[in-house]
């Protein structure tokens, strides 16, 4: 499934292709809604761009947009299959940094570094309408957004350890595995 990200959108001078654009985000959406519908899928949904950036020198998750979030666990929501959330952290900033600003044009120059790649999955999302990270006195899609995005950037910090030692021995987190050690 291909999504264009809103700042790309918003940065397109052109209305045509603005609007190409934005119209096959709906066909997309409307794809994603019929895979949920039959089940079985895995989706990886990225409401920020999906890249770890460097913020004060050091690579972070990028922070997620809730309209994204919400969006993904409307169409969850009315798939009638379950649908479950699990927030995944992946760290890929060593292997190809994203560029620094927004650029459209092809053949920009990407750096790619042989380097590893670390994943790693949070517990499910509580969607419930008891969950603890429901509080009152916030919107419930920001509330949301905000605790996925802390249980990524938790899971991201365990990253970062494995990622700093990975040609060494290194740090390995518990229920992990570093299969090329195998």
Not at 62 to 87: C, I, N, Q
Not at 119 to 131: G, K, T
Not at 133 to 147: E, G, M
Request: net charge neutral; with cysteine; charged share 25%.
């Amino acid at each position: 499934f291909c999504v264009h990200s809103k700042k790309y959108i918003d940065s397109e001078v052109d209305a045509a292709k603005k609007k190409a654009m934005s119209q096959q985000n709906r066909k997309t959406l409307t794809e994603m809604s019929s895979a949920l519908k039959k089940g079985g899928m895995l989706i990886w949904v990225a409401p920020s761009g999906g890249r770890d950036r460097l913020t004060d020198g050091r690579p972070t998750p990028a922070r997620f947009d809730s309209a994204a979030v919400e969006m993904f666990r409307s169409l969850g929501g009315k798939s009638k299959v379950a649908t479950h959330m699990y927030p995944m952290a992946m760290a890929t900033y060593s292997i190809m940094p994203p560029p620094s600003g927004i650029n459209k044009a092809l053949g920009e120059e990407r750096i790619t570094k042989f380097s590893g790649c670390a994943i790693s999955l949070a517990p499910e999302v509580d969607l419930s309408e008891n969950a603890s990270w429901r509080d009152s006195d916030s919107d419930p899609k920001d509330a949301l957004t905000d605790h996925i995005f802390r249980q990524v950037c938790d899971e991201y910090d365990l990253l970062e350890k494995v990622m700093v030692d990975f040609r060494e021995e290194g740090y390995v987190p518990p229920n992990s595995a570093q299969p090329w050690r195998a």
